[in-house]
């Protein structure tokens, strides 16, 4: 049985940084407040006219594939997770698809948040265990800056959010000695409406989009950060600890822990609940914000690019989000 290896990882991030000092001129809040509840020191935010979902994707996934010393038409299937899609339908898969001119090839959308890279990772692993595709491209990419009310009112969410897409290349191997030794997936839907945009809907009486949906706050992003933030620290150790057991691991076996970029606070917190070291903890939410299903592929990608991740070492993805979803992918790079 064939098993996946990652083969190459890339990013790329809008060049709009959006600072603190910024967001201070928006609406009432202090880069001391951001920094002190967030670790956020600045975010980025597409430039229109010049960046989309897909084209963000596409300029990562473009990396990936040359850092994996493949042509784009060695990629046999594309698995897109992101919850900011340029089309409500159809998904960025085929769009992705399009760019990268590979007609034919089947394109997945995943809608599953800050987890959703994991869940798409997962699914990539499952078709190349079963021996379907060789090589897969597995993306998130978001444009999340759109969905924010950079007013009084969206404080609370605006400051967490930016833009960014990053893209891995899965492929099969036959060697057991560098792959991915599991991946865990969670979600609890009874919290779905803790973190989440509820319009526009399939479901509504008439119209599926209104004014006054939009007028209500139903197409804001509603959240419950404190609900959020208190799952979260819980979810992300045992998804973590669930994947090291599956294994036969302990977490003084771990490398390098890859969260997703959810918040200083909760990224620290899982940190030491585990007696990770800081240095074996990635964070760079710093400079990037909360990339949604972006976050985990764009700080692979940068943990790759700065010599962190290496050979032979065991590698830890973990996500939490709105759903509530979570997940953990075990790595042996
Ligand atoms: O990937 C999953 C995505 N979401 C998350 O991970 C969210 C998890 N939750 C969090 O990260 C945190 O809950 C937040 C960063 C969202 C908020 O931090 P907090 O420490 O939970 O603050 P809070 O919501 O309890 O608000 C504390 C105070 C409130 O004022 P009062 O009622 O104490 O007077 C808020 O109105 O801070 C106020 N506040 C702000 N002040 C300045 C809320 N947002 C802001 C802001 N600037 N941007």
């Known amino acids: 049985m064939p098993y996946s290896q990652i083969v190459g990882a890339g990013h790329y991030v809008p060049e709009n940084v959006v600072t603190n000092y910024d967001l201070e001129k928006l609406m009432d809040t202090s880069d001391a407040w951001i920094r002190e509840r967030t670790g956020i020191h600045e975010r980025r935010f597409f430039t229109p006219g010049k ?4 084209s963000m994707a596409r300029e990562a996934s473009l990396k990936a594939i040359e850092r994996a010393g493949l042509q784009p038409t060695d990629i046999e299937f594309i698995v897109f997770a992101t919850i900011t899609s340029d089309y409500y339908f159809p998904g960025c898969g085929v769009l992705l698809q399009r760019e990268l001119n590979l007609p034919g090839i089947g394109a ?3 809608k599953n948040q800050c987890s959703g890279f994991i869940y798409a990772l997962s699914v990539a692993d499952q078709f190349i265990k079963a021996g379907t595709y060789k090589n897969i491209l597995v993306v998130g990419s978001e444009i999340q800056s759109t969905f924010l009310d950079l007013s009084d009112k969206g404080r609370g969410v605006a400051v967490i959010f930016g833009d960014g897409a990053g893209a891995v290349v899965l492929q099969a191997t036959q060697n057991p000695e560098h792959r991915i030794l599991s991946t ?5 839907g009874r919290f779905a409406e803790e973190l989440a945009v509820r319009d526009p809907g399939g479901s509504r009486p008439g119209r599926w989009l209104t004014h006054e949906m939009i007028d209500d706050g139903g197409t804001d992003v509603v959240m419950n950060g404190q609900n959020v933030f208190k799952h979260a ?9 669930e994947a090291l057991d599956a294994n036969g691991f302990t977490t003084a076996d771990v490398d390098l822990l890859i969260p997703h970029q959810a918040n200083l606070r909760i990224t620290k917190y899982v940190g030491e609940q585990l007696g990770l070291p800081e240095e074996k903890v990635v964070s760079n939410i710093q400079k990037y914000g909360n990339t949604t299903a972006a976050s ?3 700080a692979m990608s940068e943990a790759w690019e700065n010599g962190r991740i290496q050979p032979g070492q065991l590698v830890c993805l973990a996500a939490f989000g709105s759903g509530f979803t979570w997940a953990s992918a075990l790595i042996r790079w």
């Open 51 to 54: 960046d989309t979902v897909t």
């Open 296 to 298: 985990i592929p764009i």
């Open 184 to 188: 865990h997936l969670h979600a609890d």
């Open 233 to 241: 620290v819980v979810r992300f150790p045992e998804v973590i600890k």
């Open 108 to 110: 997945l959308d995943i």
